[in-house]
């Protein structure tokens, strides 16, 4: 299986990178292939309409909508400006979101994940996006946000909150078997 994680931002210091990379272990097996994206890698213009017309879509958006496609699972852990996606995020999005004949997550199982160090733990952007990728082809199999990341998580241990730690490991045993579902339907 290949997984593609990413951080929905351009933070090199983020928390949701640190998050999600820590969470991609869970899903390593042997033959399982891992791809951390660095979304500072798909820097493009800001979306416009005008942009569009005058420039084309970017090789770059055509770069990570392939990402997506190769990958049979997508983990992605979203960081929250004011109560909604980043700016990074949404610009990848609305770049891929462009290009003809495809849904911007074409069917891909996601699991969702958010942090912040307040006790919200990034949860209004993750019900913002549990909401509206859906409509944009995602099957989201789950989500998890991780309230107060300072307090709860350690670099090396991951989730040190073991009630918290427990339920992030449900939702990935959770994840996997409907990963295994769906991969054998495939065939």
Do not use: C
């Amino acid at each position: 299986m290949k997984i593609l994680a990413f951080a929905g931002t351009s933070n090199r210091n983020s928390i949701n990178k640190t998050f999600v990379t820590s969470t991609s272990k869970y899903y390593k097996e042997a033959d399982d292939i891992i791809e951390l994206l660095d979304l500072n890698h798909f820097e493009m213009p800001i979306y416009s309409y005008d942009k569009e017309v005058e420039l084309g879509i970017p090789q770059l958006a055509h770069d990570f909508a392939a990402k997506m496609d190769a990958a049979d699972f997508l983990l992605i852990s979203l960081a929250e400006h004011n109560g909604s996606y980043t700016t990074a995020y949404k610009n990848i999005v609305d770049w891929v979101s462009r290009i003809p004949n495809r849904k911007l997550f074409n069917g891909k199982p996601v699991f969702l994940l958010a942090t912040a160090p307040g006790p919200m733990g990034g949860a209004t952007v993750l019900n913002t996006a549990v909401n509206r990728i859906t409509w944009d082809g995602a099957d989201i199999l789950d989500s998890f946000s991780l309230p107060e990341f300072h307090k709860n998580f350690e670099e090396g241990k991951g989730i040190i909150d073991p009630t918290l730690r427990s339920q992030l490991e449900a939702k990935v045993r959770k994840t996997k078997r409907a990963l295994a579902e769906k991969l054998a339907v495939q065939g």
